[in-house]
Protein backbone atom coordinates (compact mmCIF):
# COMPACT_ATOMS: atom_id res chain seq x y z
CA UNK A 1 0.00 0.00 0.00
CA UNK A 2 1.78 3.51 -1.17
CA UNK A 3 1.96 6.18 1.85
CA UNK A 4 2.24 9.29 1.00
CA UNK A 5 3.47 12.70 3.60
CA UNK A 6 3.33 16.12 2.45
CA UNK A 7 5.07 18.64 4.53
CA UNK A 8 6.34 22.28 3.78
CA UNK A 9 3.00 24.00 4.41
CA UNK A 10 2.80 26.60 6.78
CA UNK A 11 2.00 30.61 6.47
CA UNK A 12 3.51 32.92 4.01
CA UNK A 13 2.59 36.82 2.87
CA UNK A 14 1.36 37.60 -0.27
CA UNK A 15 3.90 37.48 -3.35
CA UNK A 16 6.43 35.09 -0.78
CA UNK A 17 7.25 31.45 -2.11
CA UNK A 18 6.51 27.92 -0.30
CA UNK A 19 7.87 24.55 -1.80
CA UNK A 20 6.01 21.36 -0.55
CA UNK A 21 7.45 17.67 -0.55
CA UNK A 22 5.94 14.70 -0.62
CA UNK A 23 7.72 11.28 0.60
CA UNK A 24 5.99 7.97 -0.49
CA UNK A 25 6.75 4.71 0.74
CA UNK A 26 4.91 1.65 0.39
CA UNK A 27 5.53 1.18 -3.60
CA UNK A 28 7.60 1.53 -6.90
CA UNK A 29 7.56 5.68 -6.89
CA UNK A 30 9.11 5.73 -10.56
CA UNK A 31 6.14 3.37 -11.40
CA UNK A 32 3.47 6.05 -11.54
CA UNK A 33 2.83 9.85 -12.58
CA UNK A 34 1.78 12.18 -9.13
CA UNK A 35 0.06 14.94 -8.80
CA UNK A 36 -0.92 17.85 -6.46
CA UNK A 37 -4.44 19.09 -5.53
CA UNK A 38 -5.76 21.65 -3.27
CA UNK A 39 -8.75 22.52 -1.52
CA UNK A 40 -9.73 25.91 -0.42
CA UNK A 41 -12.65 25.90 3.15
CA UNK A 42 -16.07 25.55 1.39
CA UNK A 43 -14.86 24.43 -1.85
CA UNK A 44 -14.09 21.53 -4.09
CA UNK A 45 -10.91 19.50 -4.73
CA UNK A 46 -9.11 21.44 -7.38
CA UNK A 47 -5.88 19.77 -9.67
CA UNK A 48 -3.04 21.60 -9.41
CA UNK A 49 -0.39 20.03 -10.96
CA UNK A 50 0.94 16.55 -12.32
CA UNK A 51 4.00 14.71 -13.22
CA UNK A 52 4.76 11.68 -15.54
CA UNK A 53 6.22 9.06 -14.05
CA UNK A 54 9.98 9.98 -15.48
CA UNK A 55 9.56 13.39 -14.46
CA UNK A 56 9.87 14.53 -18.08
CA UNK A 57 6.16 15.16 -18.91
CA UNK A 58 4.43 18.12 -16.59
CA UNK A 59 1.01 19.10 -16.65
CA UNK A 60 -1.07 22.38 -14.93
CA UNK A 61 -3.65 24.46 -14.24
CA UNK A 62 -4.59 27.38 -15.83
CA UNK A 63 -4.97 29.19 -12.49
CA UNK A 64 -1.03 28.41 -12.01
CA UNK A 65 -0.13 31.04 -14.68
CA UNK A 66 3.70 29.99 -14.65
CA UNK A 67 3.59 30.01 -10.91
CA UNK A 68 4.52 26.76 -9.51
CA UNK A 69 6.75 24.14 -10.87
CA UNK A 70 6.27 20.25 -10.28
CA UNK A 71 9.01 17.86 -10.16
CA UNK A 72 10.22 14.64 -8.57
CA UNK A 73 13.26 13.19 -7.48
CA UNK A 74 12.57 9.39 -8.04
CA UNK A 75 16.26 7.61 -6.18
CA UNK A 76 14.35 10.00 -3.31
CA UNK A 77 10.69 8.64 -3.81
CA UNK A 78 9.94 12.13 -3.39
CA UNK A 79 7.71 14.43 -5.18
CA UNK A 80 8.01 18.50 -4.61
CA UNK A 81 5.94 21.70 -5.56
CA UNK A 82 7.92 24.67 -6.19
CA UNK A 83 5.22 27.88 -5.37
CA UNK A 84 5.72 31.57 -6.20
CA UNK A 85 3.79 35.05 -6.34
CA UNK A 86 1.36 33.37 -3.84
CA UNK A 87 -1.70 35.31 -3.22
CA UNK A 88 -4.66 34.67 -1.09
CA UNK A 89 -6.63 32.62 -3.31
CA UNK A 90 -3.62 29.95 -2.82
CA UNK A 91 -5.13 29.13 0.48
CA UNK A 92 -5.91 26.10 0.21
CA UNK A 93 -5.13 22.29 2.08
CA UNK A 94 -2.50 21.20 -0.61
CA UNK A 95 -2.51 17.43 -1.41
CA UNK A 96 -0.36 14.99 -2.90
CA UNK A 97 -1.38 12.09 -4.80
CA UNK A 98 -0.42 9.13 -6.71
CA UNK A 99 -1.55 7.78 -9.91
CA UNK A 100 -2.19 4.28 -11.19
CA UNK A 101 -0.97 5.22 -14.23
CA UNK A 102 2.62 6.23 -15.66
CA UNK A 103 1.29 9.64 -17.33
CA UNK A 104 -1.30 11.89 -16.30
CA UNK A 105 -4.44 11.72 -18.73
CA UNK A 106 -6.42 14.45 -17.53
CA UNK A 107 -8.43 11.97 -15.23
CA UNK A 108 -7.82 12.94 -11.72
CA UNK A 109 -10.01 9.55 -11.15
CA UNK A 110 -6.77 8.23 -12.15
CA UNK A 111 -5.05 8.98 -8.35
CA UNK A 112 -5.68 6.71 -6.20
CA UNK A 113 -3.53 7.23 -2.92
CA UNK A 114 -3.63 10.57 -0.68
CA UNK A 115 -1.56 12.05 1.37
CA UNK A 116 -2.99 13.86 4.49
CA UNK A 117 -3.05 17.11 3.16
CA UNK A 118 -0.09 20.06 4.05
CA UNK A 119 -2.30 24.07 4.92
CA UNK A 120 -0.85 27.09 2.78
CA UNK A 121 -2.37 30.09 4.60
CA UNK A 122 -1.04 33.48 2.45
CA UNK A 123 -2.40 36.21 4.59
CA UNK A 124 -0.58 39.78 5.40
Known amino acids: QVHLVESGGGSVQPGGSLKLSCVVSGGSFSDYAMGWFRQAPGKERDFVAAISWSGGHTYYADFVEGRFTISRDNSASTLYLQMTYLNAADTAVYYC?????????????????WGQGAQVTVSS
Open 97 to 113: AASDRLHYYGTNSDFRS
